[in-house]
C-alpha cells in the first residue's frame, strides 16, 4: 500500500505554517498537486511555498478570507483555472484560541470559532463538491482536535465549534456515502508549532508527561494521519474520527 495521491489535487486552507504546512508536505509526498491557502502574512506564505517547490511539489499559493463566502468560490475558482478540480480538501485554518473562564468571552468570539470551524469547512464543502460528484470521487478531512472529546475547561467557545465541526463532518459523510465522497476528521492533540512558542512552559511539561508515548506529536504526524484518510486505501472508511494524540485517549 503506497497512499498514493497521484494527479490529485488538495486544497489545505491555513497552510503555510504548523499543522497545515506539514499536511500539505504530506498530501506532496504523495504525489498530489498543492494549494496552499493563507489569510495573514505573505512572506511566511511565500517561504511556504518556496520549501515544498525545493522538495519536488506543484504548488500554488491563495490569499482568501476562508469564512467568506465570495473569497471562498474565488480562491476555488483559481484552484480549477490551474490545476483542476479540487479532489481533496482539508479545512484548517483557524483564530485564536485563548483559554478564559466563560464569564470573559463574549459573543462575537463564539461568532468567530464558529464561522472558522462550521460555517467555513460548509462554504469550501459547497463550492468543491460539485466537482467530486461529477468524478464520483473525493475526500474532505476536517481538522478537529481532541478538546471536544477531552471537555477541556476553559475552552468552551473553541470546543463548542470543534464539536459543531465534528457533528457537521458526520452527517455528511452519511450524506455523501453513495458519492464515492468520503467526509473525516482528524482530531489531533496539543502539538507544539509557533503559536505555542509563549505558552507556559509548565504547562508543556504537564501535557508532555501525560503522553503515554513519552514524545510530543509533530506536523507530519497529523500530515500522514490525512494522507491515510485522502488515500483510495481508505474509500470504506468515512464518518470517522482518528485521533492523532500519542495514545492520550482515556475518552
Not at 8 to 28: E, N
Request: net charge negative; proline share 5%; hydrophobic share 40%.
Amino acid at each position: 500500500m503506497s497512499y498514493s495521491l497521484k494527479d490529485k489535487v488538495s486544497l489545505i486552507t491555513g497552510s503555510t505554517r504548523g499543522l497545515g504546512l506539514g499536511i500539505a508536505q504530506s498530501l506532496a509526498d504523495g504525489g498530489s498537486k498543492i494549494a496552499l491557502n493563507y489569510y495573514g502574512n505573505r512572506e511566511v506564505a511565500e517561504k511556504a511555498r518556496e520549501h515544498l517547490q525545493s522538495k519536488g511539489a506543484h504548488v500554488m499559493l491563495i490569499r482568501a478570507d476562508v469564512t467568506d463566502q465570495s473569497q471562498v468560490a474565488a480562491m476555488v475558482e483559481a484552484v480549477e483555472e490551474k490545476f483542476g478540480s479540487v479532489d481533496i480538501l482539508v479545512p484548517n485554518a483557524t483564530g485564536p484560541q485563548p483559554q478564559k473562564p466563560i464569564e470573559e468571552y463574549d459573543a462575537d468570539f463564539y461568532r468567530e470559532m464558529y464561522d472558522f470551524f462550521v460555517l467555513s469547512p460548509f462554504l469550501l464543502a459547497q463550492a468543491t463538491l460539485p466537482g467530486m460528484k461529477r468524478r464520483n470521487w473525493g475526500r474532505i478531512v476536517n481538522i478537529t482536535s481532541e478538546v471536544f472529546h477531552a471537555s477541556v475547561p476553559q475552552f468552551t467557545a473553541y470546543v463548542a465549534a470543534k464539536g459543531g465541526q465534528i457533528g457537521w463532518s458526520r452527517s455528511l459523510a452519511v450524506e455523501l456515502a453513495s458519492t464515492g465522497i468520503t467526509v473525516n476528521t482528524v482530531a489531533p492533540g496539543w502539538i507544539p508549532t509557533d503559536r505555542h512558542i509563549n505558552d507556559p512552559q509548565e504547562d508543556k511539561d504537564a501535557y508532555l508527561n501525560a503522553i503515554p508515548m513519552g514524545r510530543w506529536g509533530t506536523p507530519s504526524d497529523v500530515g500522514n494521519a490525512v494522507r491515510y484518510f485522502a488515500s483510495e486505501e481508505a474509500s470504506f472508511v468515512t464518518g470517522q474520527t482518528l485521533c492523532v494524540n500519542g495514545g492520550r485517549t482515556p475518552w
